[in-house]
Structures are given as C-alpha cells and as structure tokens.
C-alpha cells in the first residue's frame, strides 16, 4: 500500500529555514504529479507547490522566492525547502499525490499524515 512520510516539521523564528521531506513507498514519485499543502489553524487546506511528472514547478504566490519543491526520483523522496519563513507560514503541512501526473487539484488522493511548521515573530 503507498504511504507518505514526512518527518521535517518545527519551529524556527522568522526569517529561518527548514528542509521538510517526504519519502514515499509502494510506488515511484516519476509517475505523479505530488505537491505540498498546508493548512493553518482555523483555515482551509491549500496548495502550496506542486511538482508534476516532468519534473514541472508550480508556486502559490505567497511562497513563490523563499519556497522550493524538488523531488530525487531515485530515492523516492520529495522536498519543500522553505526561506525566509514569516509566521503566516505557521500551518500543518502534507504532502501529496495525484495519480494522473498533471497536478489536477481534485486528483490528490494520496496524503502524508502531515508535519507542523511552527514559525515565531
């Protein structure tokens, strides 16, 4: 069965950085489109980055200049390298795939359990 592991939250303090990765098993990261979501507290789940089979990038406005997605397909993982970190950044953060490999929103269908990102003024 695919699962998603994504063991690279924490806190940090405005202006720092964090790597979080998520290593996936039970199928091979080339074949998805596989993004990064965050949701904060009292707010709606929303994309982030998203990475599509070719290797293609997409960006949410608010991250685009500090935020990175990558993704090694030789060992199965995808990164977020986030910069610069603003407590607006504060969210549970999950990482995802979609099956189809064009990032179509509603195709994510495999989640991470989801790590906190904590970032302090």
């Known amino acids: 069965q695919a699962q998603l592991v994504e063991p690279g939250g924490g806190s940090v303090q405005a202006g720092g950085s964090l790597r979080l990765p998520c290593a996936a098993s039970g199928y091979t990261y080339s074949w998805y489109c596989i993004g990064w979501f965050r949701q904060a507290l009292g707010k709606e789940r929303e994309w982030v980055a998203l990475?599509?089979?070719?290797?293609?990038?997409t960006y949410r406005d608010s991250v685009k200049g500090r935020f990175t997605i990558s993704k090694d397909n030789a060992e199965n993982t995808l990164y977020l390298q986030m910069n610069s970190l603003k407590p607006d950044d504060t969210a549970m953060y999950y990482c995802?795939?979609?099956?189809?490999?064009?990032?179509?929103?509603?195709?994510?269908?495999?989640w991470g359990q989801g790590t906190q990102v904590t970032v302090s003024s």
């Open positions: 990475i599509d089979s070719a290797g293609g990038t």
């Open positions: 995802a795939t979609e099956r189809g490999g064009t990032c179509v929103i509603s195709g994510f269908a495999y």
